[in-house]
């Protein structure tokens, strides 16, 4: 009896460090990417680890590289399909950078081999990333859910090892059309003038502090300075630390004094790429009531019957 105790006492001593080892090893590979499945489950970002795994087992899996032309043929994630920058706004807008209208959109998603139940991961470079943020906007405003930035963008994907290439893939024409439109991550610039003085509305505006102070001209705009009662907020992440500094960018928003309810927050820049990731960096920090202002400060520019100032705080 006492050796079958001693055995059973063995038993028991071996089954317990199985599980404390096992339960290690589970914290460390899942609780350490506890920001990142929160992440994904609100369809903003993915890593490439996980990227990967979709690729093996997820036949609806589409992916887009934003990164330019000579990138993309140089390299690039296995049966990743390229779009041109361009292809990102309406060639007939009034101002540069708008956005494309809902029938160009499909017509390229469709030409791209996007269908309506593709999942889609988007991804581009240190230098195109706002792009990704722009179609990531775009995706998600013609109703287009299940859409994520690869985090760390082609860099990640080959700082981890993984195979790309160099063909582009045989497309098969998408079903993909617009069946919806978020017209409330919308505005236009005749609402923001006549909100100008609603406390209601706040103002954030993404240029560089020089543009925003009138130092010097933007980039295709035709006056200096800003709209009055607007603030100057640029991101002080690039959108691949977003990820992993999502409490820090809280505190950021916070401190600039920025509510997360009761306001509606009004995003310009000089065009819309850079206004929709400031766009995407408020929502991932969970702010709700955004609203891109399309025409940007370009478009405010061009209209000679709307305020500017150059003052500091006006």
């Not at 017509?107 to 722009?134: C, F, P, T, V």
């Not at 409490?247 to 004094?257: C, I, P, T, W």
């Not at 009761?262 to 929502?283: C, E, H, M, R």
């Amino acid at each position: 009896m006492p050796k079958i105790r001693q055995a059973l006492s063995l038993n028991n001593y071996l089954i317990l460090i199985f599980l404390s080892f096992s339960l290690i090893l589970f914290n460390s590979f899942y609780l350490s990417d506890s920001v990142l499945a929160q992440a994904e489950s609100q369809n903003y970002f993915i890593t490439a680890k996980k990227t990967a795994a979709l690729q093996e087992k997820n036949k609806n899996l589409k992916i887009i590289d934003l990164r330019s032309s000579l990138s993309y043929l140089f390299g690039h994630l296995p049966n990743a399909v390229h779009i041109q920058p361009e292809n990102l706004r309406n060639p007939d807008g009034w101002v540069a950078g708008l956005m494309p209208e809902a029938e160009f959109f499909s017509n390229l998603m469709q030409a791209k081999g996007i269908n309506n139940d593709s999942r889609i991961i988007i991804y581009a470079d240190q230098e195109s990333s706002a792009l990704a943020a722009r179609l990531w906007w775009l995706f998600n405003f013609y109703g287009k859910k299940q859409v994520q930035i690869l985090s760390g963008g082609y860099q990640s994907w080959q700082q981890a090892g993984y195979d790309n290439n160099k063909l582009p893939p045989q497309i098969e024409k998408g079903n993909f059309t617009v069946q919806s439109v978020n017209n409330k991550w919308l505005i236009s610039l005749d609402t923001i003038a006549e909100n100008l003085d609603n406390q209601d509305y706040l103002i954030i505006d993404a240029r560089p502090a020089a543009e925003f102070s009138g130092e010097i001209e933007s980039e295709a705009a035709v006056r200096k300075g800003h709209l009055p009662g607007s603030i100057n907020l640029q991101i002080p992440f690039s959108i691949s630390e977003l990820i992993e500094r999502r409490s820090e960018l809280k505190s950021f928003f916070q401190q600039a004094n920025l509510r997360s309810s009761g306001q509606k927050i009004v995003i310009l820049a000089d065009q819309s790429y850079n206004s929709a990731l400031t766009f995407l960096a408020l929502s991932y920090a969970g702010y709700n009531n955004l609203k891109l202002a399309d025409a940007g400060w370009t478009g405010w520019s061009f209209r000679s019957d709307l305020p500017i100032s150059t003052e500091e705080n006006n």
